[in-house]
């Protein structure tokens, strides 16, 4: 009994590791979006790359905004491109292929799911 308990064990256990995937893309990009080498995408751009307002400041009485672009329409071709160039506020990722690919996928996935809640009406 407890001998084919543990061969069931090890069993599962083997099919898990066979398949290779203990988490899906999904929950792979989503994970790259928030801890992509550097600091998360969603401090800057938000959850669901709606944008936002990183800062707020004051200077000589007049209050200014530093907001963040909102990324979840931005095409493919635009968004690899980004990567590529520089940016006065967002720090350089060195990211591959792969993972950029990836980020966009979860953008794309995210807002699909999330209908239309916070995701900034401009
Ligand atoms: C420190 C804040 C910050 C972080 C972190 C950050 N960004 Fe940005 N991002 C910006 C700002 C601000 C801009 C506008 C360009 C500029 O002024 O730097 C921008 C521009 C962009 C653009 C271009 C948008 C357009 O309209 O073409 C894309 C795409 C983008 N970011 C994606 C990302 C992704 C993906 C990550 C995570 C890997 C990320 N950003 C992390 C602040 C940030």
Do not use: W
């Not at 001998?3 to 995937?21: E, G, P, Q």
């Not at 203990?22 to 959850?47: S, V, W």
């Amino acid at each position: 009994m407890k001998f084919s308990f543990s061969i069931i064990t090890f069993l599962l256990v083997l099919k898990m590791v066979a398949n290779d995937s203990f988490i899906t893309n999904l929950e792979y990009a989503k994970m790259l979006y928030q801890n992509p080498r550097g600091i998360g995408c969603d401090k800057c751009h938000g959850r669901y790359g709606e944008g936002k307002i990183i800062a707020k400041y004051k200077q000589k009485g007049k209050i200014y905004y530093l907001k963040s672009p909102k990324i979840n329409k931005v095409s493919k071709e635009d968004f690899f491109k980004s990567f590529s160039s520089r940016h006065k506020i967002m720090p350089k990722y060195f990211l591959t292929y792969q993972e950029i690919n990836s980020l966009y996928f979860y953008l794309q996935q995210i807002n699909k799911k999330t209908k239309n809640k916070k995701r900034g009406k401009k």
